[in-house]
């Protein structure tokens, strides 16, 4: 029971055998958070850092949840508030912090390419936390693990990833962890938010019309339309979007089956999903958080695994 | 490679066990019998079965432990993980843990710590059907044990169940 990576920087690198793995492990660590005592001494000399150069709520304190749970010791650190604000690169501020015996980094930042490029100058394991619109590993594993839960295997499964898929670095980590996963995808959305040659690229469809993609698919996942990486007009409103593609009630009803409907957070109610969608019981929006600490605790215990006692 | 026991041995080491287990019990609402994982499993399965069959059918509470996450050699490689199924409260009640073979303790020591996790128990007993002794690297001795062996390092005792290996039978290696 090895993963084939020293490191989680990407669904890209992975192969089927080890999102089985993370997978599979993820279900024991559910059921340890279900037992009266949640914590158990699996990483216990273990420290990991929390590095999130970009604003985070849950994958943070689900990563920091998953660590504590784990028994490793932690250190977070913000970009604002720190040395970064003083001109301090990326690789200084990693080295100062390794050099005080950092074993693993957990890592979220704005640029493309950033856990890549620590990954090939430090000796500790990363964990890829969101790095700008590349890839956000962690989540695709957690949608995957939900939506085994809820359909039983993702084999031959239809997931529709729908909203701003050009700027969803979760969009693309899905993308890839379905695929290897044997699912079929569908991406839907504005054209000016789907990539051109995305069809080709992936062997996925595309779809424009929202119902027509609801209508396909046994889940829908839900992205956020990302305006703060947005730098020009890709659509004229937010009231245009959501009339266009903001999913209702009137609108899963219509369909001919039930649908399981997911979404990464932050939600914008009222634009990409109305709140009484968002709190029905087809979103298992809540359940996505819930998995999410399992999943991260067993990222986390795979890769420790694969660490020597004393790095640096 | 030596034979320790046989098929037929080792069924009445199993039956010998079972009602050793029961002998003290006042209420059968007060003692949880857990298995150990992953080979603990087999002689669990054994011992609630004979139970079940023979002594006192469906009085039994029955879980089984994984210990993985317990270990102390996790930076050495890891383990396979099992299924930990421990579907009741163990809150005041009598837990006997059983587990194949007992070794250096540290299997049991684990044990003992992820036992805790699911709450306060009266009391913990431990049942092996193998006991190797003079080999302890923890103060923990068995409550119940099938067959004693005093080894040296180097051997390596095996027990053989039929789930899984084709054979019931105890080898030294």
Redesign the interface.
Known sequence: MQLSTKHLLGIRDLQASDIQTILDTATQFKEVLQRPIKKVPTLRDVTIVNLFYENSTRTRISFELAEKRLSADTINFTASGSSVSKGESLLDTVNNILSMKVDMVVMRHSASGAPHFLAKHIPAAIVNAGDGINEHPTQALLDAFSIREKLGSLEGKKIAIIGDIMHSRVALSNIYLLKKMGAEVMVAGPPTLIPVHIREAFDIQVEYNLRKALEWCDVANVLRIQLERQNQVLFSSLREYSLAYGINRKMLDGLPKEIWIMHPGPINRGVELDSDVADSKQSIILQQVENGVAIRMAVLYLLAGKQPISNP | MKTILTEEQLGLTIQRLSHQLLENIIRYDDIAIIGIQPRGIFFSDRIVGQINQQIAPGRITYGKL?I????DD??Q????????DIPFSIENKTVILIDDVLYTGRTIRAAL??L????RPAKVELCVLIDRRFSREFPIQADYAGKFIDTIITQKVKVLWKERDGKDEVVLL
């Open positions: 994984d993985t996450f317990y270990r996790v930076r490689g890891l383990h396979t993980l099992n299924q930990t710590d992820a805790l996790a699911f709450g």
